[in-house]
Nanobody, 124 residues
Framework: QVQLVESGGGLVQAGDSLRLSCAAS????????MGWFRQAPGKEREFVAA????????FYADSAKGRFTVSRDNAKNTVYLQMNSLKPEDTAVYYC?????????????????WGQGTQVTVSS
């Protein structure tokens, strides 16, 4: 059974940092593109960051550039999202996703597998 399990979310204050993790199991994800998306209440799920299988290509949403860093450890089948200087507008459920096509994409419909999400709440 393919699973992506996010962890590391929580309640923090503006300016704080969090590191989200996404552990993959059930298949080998080392060749997949891994992405992070988020969904705030009443809004559509939006792209945050994505990383190619070897880290050679990394994309960020404009809202994440300069504050968030995506990375992966293929030996551990885990992808990370380091989030610094958090803002109240970063409050959302954060999802990781895997795209088996190997092309880094910002489109959520390109991703084949999804986790259940982890809540990040940033208070002002």
């Amino acid at each position: 059974q393919v699973q992506l399990v996010e962890s590391g979310g929580g309640l923090v204050q503006a300016g704080d940092s969090l590191r989200l993790s996404c552990a993959a199991s059930g298949r080998t994800f080392s060749r997949d593109v891994m992405g992070w998306f988020r969904q705030a209440p009443g809004k559509e799920r939006e792209f945050v960051a994505a990383i190619s299988w070897n880290g050679g290509a990394i994309f960020y949403a404009d809202s994440a550039k300069g504050r968030f860093t995506v990375s992966r450890d293929n030996a551990k089948n885990t992808v990370y999202l380091q989030m610094n200087s958090l803002k109240p507008e970063d409050t959302a459920v954060y999802y990781c996703a895997a795209d088996a096509s190997h092309y880094v994409s910002r489109r959520r419909d390109e991703y084949d597998y999804w986790g259940q999400g982890t809540q990040v709440t940033v208070s002002s």
